[in-house]
């Protein structure tokens, strides 16, 4: 193993951090009893399953490749079939959310392991969550079955994730860290965890915005991300992620970009009911305003802020209140139709969220 290489945890799960970590999975495969290993990824990105492929020799036993976004039923059906056709008895995700996704499918189904290579900053790599998009919509639930039990980060895998995204799929990460906030019921560990990511986060995402090269700033944001996907593992999602499971799932938005339009926004219709989470927040980043905070740091690297920009419109909207009235998650915030269409609304005209809101 690189010296560079750290090991964040090894029991019940093996996490290693630090550049090399890609290097190191086969022979933490092996010590895991690992004997017949598929890989998965996008097809326009698995140069790094099949490097895996190659490392692993005969333990390999096949890339499963995909370029349909988020888990659709019928690509999960597909990576079961080849994993039981292989006999498969780990599945090992290397990738962003899609593959990791793919992944938790294959084990809700069969027994397998699961491992994790995370190339972007979504965060599934660490918790115990599904989703699958079936006849246009997509369920989520929680089987302990389907948490990896090696997660490999390798910070030097991202440097080529285009700026735009990078940053995208860090808001999605300071998601689960704010929604972790709002649930006064989790774990100590997972709500300290949430608060410890929010700095390194928003310091990641300046850091990418001024050197897309620059391994510092992707340590760090790999780091909060690490933290931030190790407090979701053991708290409640609220409003915001099922927000984007509807969009993502039923309307087909871009997964990133759908998490960084609704953080500010969510965060603005919570702030009131979660004091909490704003108090963290304003440690973390130094503002008064940490809803408002987010928004303009948005803007200013040039991110959409609205609906709009993920291929919305009004007309939208009465079918997204109806999916996420459908089943609701729990939020600090209380709401019924008016106050969730007021919210998207809001959204989709683009309007600023503060604590101190500009009077309409």
Known sequence: ?????????????????????????????????????????????????????????PRAVGVFATDRPQVPAEVADAAVRVARETRADWVVAHGGGTPIGIAKAVALELPVQIGAVPTTYAGSERTDIWGLTRDGVKTTGRDPGVRPRLVAYDPALTLDLPVTLSVQ?????????????????????????AAHSLAPLVDGIRAIAADPRGLEGREKALYGAYLASTALCTARMALHHKLAHVLGGSFGTPHAPT???????????????????????????????????????????????????????????????????????????????????ALLGDMLADRRPSLSPEPR
């Open 1 to 57: 193993m690189e010296p560079s290489v750290q090991t964040l945890s090894t029991a019940p799960d093996r996490v290693v951090f630090g550049e090399g970590a890609e290097a190191a999975v086969p022979a933490l495969l092996a010590e895991l009893g690992a004997e017949r290993v598929l890989l998965v990824a996008l097809a326009h990105h698995r140069a790094g399953a099949d490097r895996l492929q190659t490392a692993l020799g």
């Open 169 to 193: 799929s860090l808001f999605n990460a300071l998601a689960h860290s704010v929604e972790a906030l709002y649930d006064l019921e989790a774990p100590a560990e997972a709500r300290r965890a």
């Open 259 to 341: 998490h960084s339009v609704l953080l500010s926004h969510t965060f603005g219709f919570n702030a009131p009911y979660a004091p909490a989470a704003v108090q963290a927040a304003r440690d973390a980043w130094g503002t008064d305003d940490p809803p408002g905070f987010l928004y303009d740091l948005q803007r200013s690297l040039g991110l959409g802020t609205s609906l709009e920009s993920v291929g919305l419109s009004a007309t939208d909207l009465d079918a997204i209140a109806d999916l996420v009235l459908l089943q609701r998650y729990a939020n600090p915030r209380p709401y019924g139709r008016a106050e969730l269409l």
